[in-house]
């Protein structure tokens, strides 16, 4: 499969955990971008990452929220001390340099408890 | 600050008939426009596109329209099926931003 893969597909986690996301950009992608879907609403861009570098991280939340993308392994988007609010569909999307469409993965559900 | 608008949340429309599913935007900037289809519990899914040195693009039974005096945009979908049901979202970029705005969505179902 050459598709964007994410991981965990569904996460529970109780409030207060840490909660990881990760994604395997397309084969040929350094473009990671990480959108939130929360219940009843479109995606929200949250940021925007090269391979080792954060390009755009104007959507992510000031605190509790990081996100990296190493020059090895897969992009992880981290949320410290989660809330019932950061419930949520994560979704991960990759594009090659200079592309102009943005590929998505399957997404991630995080649910907090 | 909603740059990108899909001021319908939803749509009905027979199966045979035309679905035209609508976009606003406000950012004079955007230069590039996509939109995606998402079933419930999948990831968006890439259905077509159109540059703003064009005014329409055509693939199979989806076209876009764009009128960039109107910051709008449109798909229009001949002939609707069932498997067209879904939820569509157009976005829109620039070419030196690498940052894609999306619309809140419209839901589409299509009836027998």
């Known amino acids: 499969n050459a598709g964007v893969m994410q991981n965990p597909r569904h996460l529970v986690r109780r409030r207060g955990q840490e909660a990881r996301l990760r994604c395997s950009p397309m084969k040929g992608h350094s473009h990671v971008y990480w959108y939130r879907q929360l219940p009843e609403e479109g995606l929200k861009f949250m940021v925007y990452?090269?391979?080792?570098?954060?390009?755009?991280e104007s959507g992510m939340p000031k605190e509790r929220f990081s996100a990296e993308f190493p020059k090895e392994g897969p992009s992880i988007l981290r949320i410290q001390q989660v809330v019932r609010g950061d419930s949520a569909a994560y979704f991960c999307?990759?594009?090659?340099?200079?592309?102009?469409?943005?590929?998505f993965g399957e997404g991630s559900w995080l649910t907090v408890v | 600050d909603q740059q990108v608008k899909q001021n319908s949340p939803s749509l009905s429309v027979q199966e045979g008939r035309i679905s035209i599913l609508n976009c606003d935007y406000t950012?004079?900037?955007?230069?590039?426009f996509l939109w995606y289809k998402k079933y419930p519990a999948e990831g968006p899914t890439f259905l077509i596109s159109?540059?703003?040195?064009?005014d329409k693009n055509e693939d199979g039974r989806f076209t876009v329209f764009l009128n960039k005096s109107a910051k709008h945009l449109s798909l229009h979908i001949v002939p609707s099926q069932p498997g067209d049901s879904a939820v569509y979202f157009c976005a829109a970029t620039t070419d030196s931003w690498g940052k894609f705005q999306f619309g809140a969505g419209t839901q589409v179902v299509v009836t027998p």
């Open positions: 990452l090269q391979k080792e570098n954060i390009i755009d």
């Open positions: 999307a990759s594009s090659p340099p200079a592309g102009n469409t943005i590929y």
């Open positions: 950012n004079s900037m955007f230069d590039y």
């Open positions: 159109i540059s703003s040195i064009k």
